[in-house]
């Protein structure tokens, strides 16, 4: 599996998890947009610390388009091109 599909994949799993905190009845798949699904800004700091520590990466999302955000499969495909392993020696992800 390929790091985008990795990476949309814990995306989805996180998401999940913080809709099903926070009340929400929503179906995540890579042409959800986020913030239509109800999720705020809080929750994409949640999840962008979250993959940083499921998937030993150190994201870096400085000159990203905010619009890139909004939909999962974008947001993964952004993740694994910005994204680099942390130092710990962690597997790689492709």
Do not use: Y
Not at 3 to 11: L, R
Not at 35 to 62: H, M, P, Y
Not at 64 to 92: I, Y
Request: glycine share 6%; hydrophobic share 45%.
């Amino acid at each position: 599996m390929n790091a985008p599909a990795v990476i949309q994949n814990t995306i989805i799993d996180i998401m999940t998890s913080v809709a099903s905190e926070k009340g929400l009845s929503v179906t995540l798949d890579a042409r959800t947009n986020l913030l239509e699904a109800g999720f705020d800004s809080f929750d994409f700091v949640l999840l962008v610390t979250e993959l940083e520590k499921r998937l030993a990466l150190a994201i870096d999302l400085s000159g990203a388009e905010p619009e890139t955000f909004l939909q999962v499969g974008s947001l993964a495909e952004l993740l694994g091109r910005s994204s680099t392993e942390k130092p710990d020696g962690a597997p790689a992800l492709e």
